[in-house]
Nanobody, 127 residues
Framework: QVQLVESGGGLVQAGGSLRLSCAAS????????MGWFRQASGKEREFVAAISRSGGTYYADSVKGRFTISRHNAKNEVYLQMNSLKPEDTAVYYCAADSDGSIPIWTMKRSYQYDYWGQGTQVTVSS
Protein backbone atom coordinates (compact mmCIF):
# COMPACT_ATOMS: atom_id res chain seq x y z
CA GLN A 1 0.00 0.00 0.00
CA VAL A 2 1.26 3.47 -0.92
CA GLN A 3 0.00 6.69 0.58
CA LEU A 4 0.45 9.95 -1.30
CA VAL A 5 0.17 13.43 0.21
CA GLU A 6 0.28 16.53 -1.98
CA SER A 7 1.24 20.01 -0.84
CA GLY A 8 2.19 23.37 -2.30
CA GLY A 9 -1.07 24.48 -3.85
CA GLY A 10 -2.46 27.97 -3.42
CA LEU A 11 -3.54 31.18 -5.08
CA VAL A 12 -1.24 32.82 -7.59
CA GLN A 13 -1.57 35.52 -10.24
CA ALA A 14 -1.36 34.69 -13.92
CA GLY A 15 2.25 34.47 -15.00
CA GLY A 16 3.37 33.32 -11.59
CA SER A 17 4.84 30.04 -10.39
CA LEU A 18 4.06 27.31 -7.90
CA ARG A 19 5.84 24.12 -6.93
CA LEU A 20 3.75 21.15 -5.92
CA SER A 21 5.19 18.32 -3.87
CA CYS A 22 3.96 14.79 -3.33
CA ALA A 23 5.31 12.72 -0.45
CA ALA A 24 4.95 8.96 -0.78
CA SER A 25 5.10 6.27 1.86
CA UNK A 26 6.58 2.85 1.23
CA UNK A 27 10.01 1.40 0.59
CA UNK A 28 9.66 0.85 -3.16
CA UNK A 29 9.01 4.41 -4.31
CA UNK A 30 11.84 4.25 -6.82
CA UNK A 31 10.03 1.42 -8.66
CA UNK A 32 6.89 3.44 -9.31
CA UNK A 33 5.90 5.54 -12.25
CA MET A 34 4.60 8.82 -10.84
CA GLY A 35 2.09 11.12 -12.42
CA TRP A 36 0.27 14.39 -11.91
CA PHE A 37 -3.33 14.89 -12.96
CA ARG A 38 -5.72 17.79 -12.50
CA GLN A 39 -9.44 18.29 -12.35
CA ALA A 40 -11.12 21.63 -12.87
CA SER A 41 -14.58 22.27 -11.50
CA GLY A 42 -17.19 20.58 -13.68
CA LYS A 43 -14.61 18.88 -15.88
CA GLU A 44 -13.07 15.43 -16.12
CA ARG A 45 -9.73 14.63 -14.57
CA GLU A 46 -6.93 15.17 -17.07
CA PHE A 47 -3.33 14.11 -17.39
CA VAL A 48 -0.62 16.69 -16.71
CA ALA A 49 2.75 14.92 -16.51
CA ALA A 50 4.44 11.63 -15.71
CA ILE A 51 7.93 10.51 -14.75
CA SER A 52 9.41 7.05 -15.10
CA ARG A 53 11.59 5.15 -12.65
CA SER A 54 14.69 6.31 -14.50
CA GLY A 55 13.59 9.95 -14.76
CA GLY A 56 12.09 9.98 -18.22
CA THR A 57 9.27 12.49 -18.51
CA TYR A 58 6.12 13.03 -20.53
CA TYR A 59 3.80 16.04 -20.58
CA ALA A 60 0.39 17.03 -21.78
CA ASP A 61 0.60 19.47 -24.68
CA SER A 62 -1.19 22.12 -22.62
CA VAL A 63 1.65 22.33 -20.08
CA LYS A 64 4.69 21.43 -22.16
CA GLY A 65 7.40 24.06 -21.79
CA ARG A 66 5.79 25.54 -18.67
CA PHE A 67 5.65 22.64 -16.19
CA THR A 68 8.47 20.34 -15.07
CA ILE A 69 8.03 17.06 -13.25
CA SER A 70 10.90 15.64 -11.20
CA ARG A 71 11.49 13.11 -8.47
CA HIS A 72 13.82 12.56 -5.54
CA ASN A 73 13.85 8.84 -4.82
CA ALA A 74 15.88 9.13 -1.61
CA LYS A 75 13.20 11.43 -0.20
CA ASN A 76 10.25 9.50 -1.67
CA GLU A 77 9.02 12.69 -3.29
CA VAL A 78 7.84 13.86 -6.68
CA TYR A 79 7.48 17.50 -7.70
CA LEU A 80 5.66 19.60 -10.25
CA GLN A 81 7.23 22.97 -10.96
CA MET A 82 4.63 25.15 -12.62
CA ASN A 83 5.73 28.35 -14.35
CA SER A 84 3.90 30.91 -16.49
CA LEU A 85 0.64 29.88 -14.91
CA LYS A 86 -2.61 30.69 -16.67
CA PRO A 87 -6.16 30.96 -15.30
CA GLU A 88 -7.01 27.77 -17.21
CA ASP A 89 -4.50 25.91 -15.02
CA THR A 90 -6.89 26.37 -12.09
CA ALA A 91 -7.81 22.92 -10.77
CA VAL A 92 -7.31 20.41 -8.02
CA TYR A 93 -3.99 18.70 -8.71
CA TYR A 94 -3.55 15.04 -7.86
CA CYS A 95 -0.44 12.94 -7.46
CA ALA A 96 -0.67 9.32 -8.63
CA ALA A 97 1.54 6.24 -8.54
CA ASP A 98 1.67 3.14 -10.70
CA SER A 99 3.44 0.03 -9.49
CA ASP A 100 4.09 -1.38 -12.96
CA GLY A 101 7.16 0.56 -13.94
CA SER A 102 7.67 -1.38 -17.17
CA ILE A 103 5.05 0.47 -19.22
CA PRO A 104 6.45 3.16 -21.57
CA ILE A 105 6.10 6.57 -19.99
CA TRP A 106 4.44 8.14 -23.02
CA THR A 107 1.48 5.80 -22.61
CA MET A 108 0.87 6.65 -18.94
CA LYS A 109 -1.75 9.33 -19.44
CA ARG A 110 -4.94 7.56 -18.35
CA SER A 111 -6.09 7.76 -14.76
CA TYR A 112 -7.09 4.07 -14.67
CA GLN A 113 -3.45 3.12 -15.22
CA TYR A 114 -2.48 4.39 -11.77
CA ASP A 115 -2.94 2.36 -8.61
CA TYR A 116 -2.67 5.00 -5.89
CA TRP A 117 -3.87 8.57 -5.55
CA GLY A 118 -3.40 11.47 -3.20
CA GLN A 119 -6.18 13.65 -1.84
CA GLY A 120 -5.35 16.59 -4.11
CA THR A 121 -4.23 20.18 -3.65
CA GLN A 122 -6.03 23.23 -5.00
CA VAL A 123 -4.29 25.55 -7.43
CA THR A 124 -6.05 28.78 -8.30
CA VAL A 125 -4.66 31.18 -10.89
CA SER A 126 -6.20 34.63 -10.95
CA SER A 127 -6.26 36.80 -14.06
Amino acid sequence: QVQLVESGGGLVQAGGSLRLSCAASGRTFSNYVMGWFRQASGKEREFVAAISRSGGTYYADSVKGRFTISRHNAKNEVYLQMNSLKPEDTAVYYCAADSDGSIPIWTMKRSYQYDYWGQGTQVTVSS
